[in-house]
């Protein structure tokens, strides 16, 4: 009888499993239809836009940012780009100074500024602290933000926007690691990008959940209807999708996804195995403080889904022989959906090498997110050189 109510069970989440990825890979099919139904083209708003970048100990990469910014096709009076330094304790902001000090001498770049957060913010909110100040000192309508460690093509920022019109509150866009000839970089961007692949099929099916803060937009009065980022200052993390699903659930504005292949911005993929983890276990710290209870539900369902795919085989060596069938035609089921999901989005947003390491990315995947996901909502973290406490 329990071996029956386990299988049971087992059933049900694959189901539960399977209906989610076809709603991901339903949702691109609705998102690609809408961008070729609409021909969506480059176009300059009529509001004026905002750019922020907090950045903390990112003397590496800052100056890299900082060109690709100043270099956008984009009318140097329809948007500003404002560098928000966040207790950096590196030569980051001196390296932006000095930037500044011999463009300003030739008045070429206007439109850039730099600040510096107090340090009196809350003990975990220091990113959405740098990004609210920098919204405060902003004039757009229109907020943009990015990362100090991110590229952007020339025309990033009228990919990105050519997505906002009047109905919309929220722009979320396309995020990659870029290519490298290490396998471990190399599964990370393959993870990376299903991540942004699920992001844009949950936008597409009308139920948004996930982004990246590295490359969103979001209309100003949308951020401040819905109390900006009221509630989750004492969360590390949480300034892009608790904002998105705040302004979904509270507002009437609609959400989109920039699913243009030249709104893509790019990043290095994390070093070593304790800096990914770190990362994905910030990720993870949110989800417990989702506004949607349903949703924190649904959530917990996949994790009991993957939770499962250690237990069968367990079960199936000590219990039954009928768990390792049920674990095998999990595992398939997991394998199949998830390629077919992943390989939709490849052939609208990325290059199609990045599906190389597929398989031993997809074994692996499994521990990984039940180690991170059980230790997000548990466990500290370090991030930018912080311990961060949960």
Not at 66 to 92: A, G, K, T
Not at 146 to 160: G, I, M, S, V
Not at 350 to 356: A, G, Q
Request: proline share 2%; hydrophobic share 45%; glycine share 6%.
């Amino acid at each position: 009888m329990i071996e029956i109510l386990i299988v049971i069970i087992i059933i049900l989440l694959v189901l539960y499993y399977t209906k989610f990825l076809l709603n991901i890979y339903f949702g691109l099919e609705k998102l690609s239809h809408k961008v070729l139904s609409h021909k969506v083209e480059n176009k300059i708003l009529s509001e004026f836009v905002s750019v922020i970048v907090p950045f903390r100990n990112e003397e590496h990469n800052i100056l890299t940012t900082y060109n690709s910014l100043i270099s956008q096709n984009y009318p140097i009076d329809r948007y500003e780009i404002i560098f928000v330094n966040d207790s950096s304790d590196d030569n980051s902001l001196q390296i932006l100074e000095s930037m500044q000090n011999g463009l300003s001498s030739l008045l070429e770049k206007p439109n850039i500024f730099i600040y510096s957060v107090s340090n009196d913010c809350l003990v975990n909110a220091h990113k959405k602290r740098a990004i609210r100040f920098g919204i405060e000192k902003s004039k757009g309508d229109i907020i943009v933000t990015t990362d100090a460690d991110c590229t952007h093509p020339k025309d990033w920022l009228r990919n990105l926007l050519k997505f906002m019109d009047d109905e919309t509150g929220f722009v979320s866009g396309p995020v990659e690691f870029r290519s490298t000839s290490n396998l471990f970089s190399e599964m990370q961007r393959l993870e990376f990008a299903g991540l942004v692949i699920a992001g844009a099929g949950l936008i597409g099916s009308g139920n948004p959940i996930i982004c990246n803060a590295a490359n969103i937009a979001y209309r100003k009065k949308a951020f401040e209807k819905v109390g900006g980022f009221t509630y989750q200052m004492s969360l590390s993390s949480g300034d892009d999708e608790l904002l998105m699903q705040k302004i979904h659930r509270e507002t009437n504005y609609k959400i989109m996804f920039a699913l243009d292949k030249n709104a893509i911005v790019s990043t290095e993929a994390n070093l070593t195995i304790k800096e990914f983890y770190n990362q994905r276990k910030r990720w993870a710290s949110k989800g417990l403080f989702y506004g949607d209870k349903l949703l924190l539900v649904k959530l917990i369902l996949i994790f009991l889904f993957y939770l499962s795919l250690i237990i069968q085989p367990v079960f199936g060596i000590f219990l039954s022989v009928n768990f390792l069938l049920t674990f095998l035609i999990s595992f398939l089921v997991k394998i199949f959906l998830e390629y077919l999901v992943i390989t939709k989005g490849t052939n609208l947003l990325f290059d199609h090498n990045i599906l190389k390491p597929f398989l031993i990315t997809e074994i692996l995947q499994v521990p990984y997110i039940i180690i991170s996901g059980f230790m997000g909502m548990f466990g500290n973290f370090v991030w930018k050189d912080r311990k961060i406490k949960r």
